[in-house]
């Protein structure tokens, strides 16, 4: 499967973003997906995750409350939503996909397929 991330840009503290992903090649369905994110001088960090149908998800506890995965219902398509967004949010943004919904879903090294990551910029 082949992730191509969108919708970065620049917002103000407080703001709202919507990121998404679109698949291609094998139906997306066959994924389980996560988003994580890379500040300048970071390790790349989990941000949320989402299994196969859709009806679970698991979040980082900083973004808890703010930000919703959600995926496409027979598509191909996955997003992130984020609200109230502060300057600690500032990243590059990756989508990620595999087949497994399991235990580790927080672990980079975990996922075999990512997209090219989007530009998050949040100003005070």
């Known amino acids: 499967v082949q992730l191509q991330a969108s919708g970065g840009g620049m917002v103000q503290a407080g703001g709202s973003l919507r990121l998404s992903c679109a698949a291609s090649g094998r139906p997306f369905d066959d994924y389980a997906a996560a988003w994580f994110r890379q500040a300048p001088g970071k390790e790349r960090e989990f941000v949320a995750a989402i299994n196969w149908y859709g009806d679970k998800t698991y979040y980082e506890d900083s973004v808890k409350d703010r930000f919703t995965i959600s995926r496409q219902k027979r598509g191909n398509t996955l997003y992130l939503q984020m609200n109230r967004l502060n300057p600690a949010d500032t990243a590059v943004y990756f989508c990620?996909?595999?087949?497994?919904?399991?235990?580790?879903?927080?672990?980079?090294?975990?996922?075999?397929?990512w997209g090219q990551g989007t530009l998050v910029t949040v100003s005070s």
């Open positions: 990620a996909a595999r087949t497994q919904w399991t235990y580790d879903a927080t672990v980079p090294d975990k996922y075999p397929y």
